[in-house]
């Protein structure tokens, strides 16, 4: 059937087939081997982790710390690739491809990095883990359904036993205690292995009459010690992994300086931590004397926490929060349109949703979150009154103006409609300051563009402005050893305005929430990153407001610095080094 010219030049709002094809546009010269890289690395993470067994499909596989196998063979990739890249004739590519090699040739050394620090700390704790060949072995007949010996199978597993527990005795005595990294090795490395005997036992419980007969009862023993054999490496009194708690009931695990600068460097963010902080107290500045000037308007004068105490009174009844959101949605899309900032699609549009958050997670999340959908945290009948109170008050309506918009269209949720349309094949070279950059962009353009009219929506705008500030300088000084998140709580209370019930959740949500240590980091770097690009692209004459954010969409998530490039058709080398310095001091 065919689609008739007017449809095609519709669909999604974007450019139609009827308007011609642009290969760059939806690929690049790399993106073969990058696809490959992807699927060659999930293949054999399928095929050598154990499998699990649940209850829509058998056969799933579940993620652990890699066998030694497993790890050889995944160096076997990544070295594969790096000798195909090594050959590439660099030159010879477009931009689009240039980029992608550089950021493929980032991700396979930082996964030999990882594979390599992975198998030094496994080679240093085996001696605890004696009895692991054993597993992988009887492992890898699973693999291939070979039929086992079952009494001879039953015995084997019974003297495992006693293995483990010679291991957890000789560990016992072990001083001094095993250094962090090195007691999560090996914890993960039991648990590893006692998923990958439950794999065994499920493949053939049931099915084997001589298995189901001899194997059950010392596998359930063997299954009990290596429970308790990775507790015992994981145990706080053994080893440091965590920080102590310090009363905020928040144990985290600082990654220090060294480590704060490499990952910096694989995002492609050539700053130190230090430099970062005063970035932070810098825009912290600009915010104080934006607020100040609010509170004056106000009539509050330099008292701007009692115009803020007014703004987070003006919260709505109780069931009202979802038809908000939908004003703040609208107020922000008719203002964007209106000055025609970005193409929205017509699909994108239609099919964003509302979900409400559970209670469960509000303890993490206290304001709503989006993506696919937004999900709208607000008071449910069981929270306390005071719980209630400060959820109400700290999702009122102009601190939420500012980022119903980060969390939908132009933010999140057109992030997930254009990446699943555009260089899908880029979904790897994700990053924080990419996908939360983008969305906090939006926040400072629309300020700059004057969307926040009154004193009060400024407040609601600035708040949010201020809490980015106070994220890069509680994440950092957490990681750098200096700050404990009883101090990153009150800081938060103190400094930006939050209500306590969610200042907790946030720092939570920063330390215990599965983010990455620089997650926190990312929105206002990654926002202000996007900020200098525009300024200058579009600021600088070369392109429109609409032209540029359109752009940025069809790319998909990558290093804010490598769109760039592309952006302004950078010379580059294959041995490329971060070197752009987005932020006037």
């Known amino acids: 059937m065919l689609l008739s010219t007017s449809l095609l030049n519709t669909v999604n709002g974007q450019q139609s087939p009827a308007s011609g094809f642009n290969l760059y546009e939806e690929s690049s010269e790399m993106a073969g081997n990058i696809i490959r890289y992807e699927q060659d690395l999930r293949a054999i993470e399928a095929f050598y982790s154990p499998r699990e067994v649940t209850r829509s499909y058998s056969r799933s596989y579940k993620p652990v710390l890699n066998s030694p196998e497993q790890r050889r063979r995944l160096l076997d990739i990544d070295r594969a690739y790096l000798s195909i890249l090594q050959v590439t004739d660099f030159d010879a590519m477009n931009i689009n491809g240039k980029v992608d090699y550089i950021l493929l040739k980032r991700n396979i050394e930082d996964h030999i990095r990882k594979l390599t620090k992975e198998e030094d700390d496994y080679q240093t704790i085996s001696q605890y883990i004696p009895f692991d060949d054993e597993i992988y072995k009887i492992e890898q007949g699973r693999r291939r359904g070979v039929s086992f010996d079952a009494e001879q199978l039953a015995a084997q597993l019974n003297e495992m036993v006693k293995a483990v527990n010679d291991a957890a005795a000789l560990l016992e005595k072990k001083t001094p205690f095993l250094e962090k990294s090195l007691a999560l090795c090996g914890g993960e490395a039991v648990k590893g292995l006692q998923a990958r005997l439950k794999g065994v036992f499920d493949f053939y419980s049931g099915y084997d009459p001589l298995f189901s007969w001899w194997v059950p009862a010392p596998y359930r023993r063997l299954d009990s010690a290596l429970q308790d054999y990775a507790k015992l490496f ?115 549009e239609e099919t964003w949703e509302m979900i409400m958050m559970s209670p469960e997670r509000q303890m993490v999340n206290p304001f709503f979150t989006g993506g696919r959908e937004i999900s709208i945290s607000y008071p449910t009948d069981d929270m306390s009154h005071d719980d209630k109170l400060m959820s109400m008050r700290g999702n009122n309506p102009y601190f939420s103006r500012g980022t119903v918009q980060h969390e939908l269209i132009p933010g999140h949720n057109l992030q997930f409609f254009m990446n699943s349309r555009y260089k899908s094949y880029r979904d790897n070279f994700n990053t924080p300051f990419w996908t939360e950059g983008w969305a906090l962009y939006w926040e400072l353009l629309l300020y700059e563009k004057g969307f926040a009219k009154t004193p009060e929506e400024r407040i609601g705008m600035l708040f949010w402005r201020m809490h980015r500030c106070a994220r890069i300088l509680f994440s950092l000084n957490y990681h750098l050893g200096k700050w404990t998140p009883q101090q990153c709580i009150d ?95």
């Open 234 to 348: 994981l145990t706080k009194e053994r080893v440091t992994i965590h920080q102590k708690d310090d009363g905020s009931g928040i144990i985290g695990r600082p990654i220090g300086r060294e480590e704060l600068i490499r990952q910096l460097k694989v995002d492609m963010i050539p700053y130190t931590p230090e430099e970062l902080i005063a970035l932070a107290n810098k825009e912290f500045e600009w915010c104080d004397n934006e607020l100040l000037k609010a509170s004056g308007e106000m009539g509050f004068g330099k008292e701007w926490k009692k115009a803020q105490e007014k703004v987070k009174n003006s919260f709505v009844p109780a069931g009202k929060q979802p038809e908000l959101i939908l004003k703040l949605y609208n107020d922000a899309i008719s203002f964007i349109k209106e000055r025609e900032l970005i193409t929205i699609p017509p699909l994108a």
């Open 491 to 585: 800081f938060l209370v103190d400094r930006v305005g939050h209500e306590r019930a969610n200042a907790i959740g946030e720092v939570r949500r920063s330390f215990v929430g599965g983010y990455s240590p620089l997650y926190q980091v990312a929105y206002l770097v990654g926002g202000l990153q996007f900020l200098s690009l525009k300024r200058e692209l579009v600021d600088g004459g070369k392109m429109t407001d609409k032209q540029f954010n359109d752009a940025v969409m069809k790319e998909n998530g990558m290093p804010v610095e490598m769109l760039r490039a592309i952006l302004i058709n950078q010379p580059l080398k294959r041995d490329f080094i971060t070197s752009w310095r987005f932020y006037d001091f």
